[in-house]
């Protein structure tokens, strides 16, 4: 059984981490997978992306939860029946979860160099403090931080570049810090972030507006 981490963030809120290495008919067993869960499953057409979906499944078992007791919105936002908060994230070979008392929202991502190549479709104010050192890592937790700020946020009409601010920080730090401006709407978020095996996660933690001491 792969699980890859464990991070147990606060005592309401936990991380699980899984490396995808079993096969799509390994990653089947003991989950009881809904009808629901089938039928997306076989509609997949990547194998990578089955295996991905079926590996969060094993994810929210080793969580305590069956597969029953995941659902989707009418946005494609996951629940959970018990109203925990969970959010949910595969990249390759790897998948996540974490579920929390509290909204919360993770994303993983592989660091390729394309990101590069894209930057200026997510990143506005972060300009202001990028250099070309260790740029492709610094974008992918930029990227994986405004990814998980849209889940936690999930409205639609959202933009990464117009309304998501990543505040500068150090690749060991492990954390920054990143605002939502939507609208009439002003939200800030703690982001701590790890980098495993080429990959980055990054998960959002709703954060007290009070100035940082």
């Known amino acids: 059984m792969p699980l890859y981490k464990t991070i147990a963030v606060n005592e309401n ?12 008919e390994e990653l ?5 997978p809904t009808a ?5 499953v076989h509609s997949m057409k990547s194998d990578i992306h089955r295996r991905g979906f079926l590996s969060v499944r094993q994810l929210l078992r080793a969580s305590g939860y069956e597969a029953e007791a995941l659902y989707y919105d009418t946005n494609g936002k996951p629940h959970l029946k018990d109203n925990n908060y969970i959010s949910i994230t595969h990249s390759f070979g790897f998948s996540a979860v974490i579920i929390s008392n509290a ?9 390729r160099e394309k990101i590069t190549v894209i930057a200026d479709k997510f990143v506005d104010y972060e300009f202001g403090y990028l250099t070309q050192e260790d740029l492709v890592r610094k974008l992918t937790v930029i990227w994986c931080a405004k990814e ?7 409205v639609k009409g959202m933009s990464f570049k117009d309304h998501t601010k990543v505040i500068p920080f150090l690749l060991e730090d ?13 939200q800030k978020y703690q982001v701590p972030f790890l980098e495993f095996e080429g990959f980055t996660c990054a998960y959002a933690l709703r954060a007290p507006l009070s100035p940082e001491k």
């Open 36 to 40: 629901a869960c089938l039928q997306r």
């Open 28 to 32: 089947l067993q003991d989950i009881n």
């Open 174 to 186: 492990r954390q920054t810090a990143s605002w939502i401006h939507y609208g009439n709407q002003i």
């Open 103 to 111: 909204p919360v929202g993770i994303d993983i991502e592989k660091q």
């Open 13 to 24: 809120t936990t991380i699980r981490i899984w490396k995808i290495e079993e096969s799509y």
């Open 148 to 154: 998980s700020l849209y889940k936690v946020f999930a």
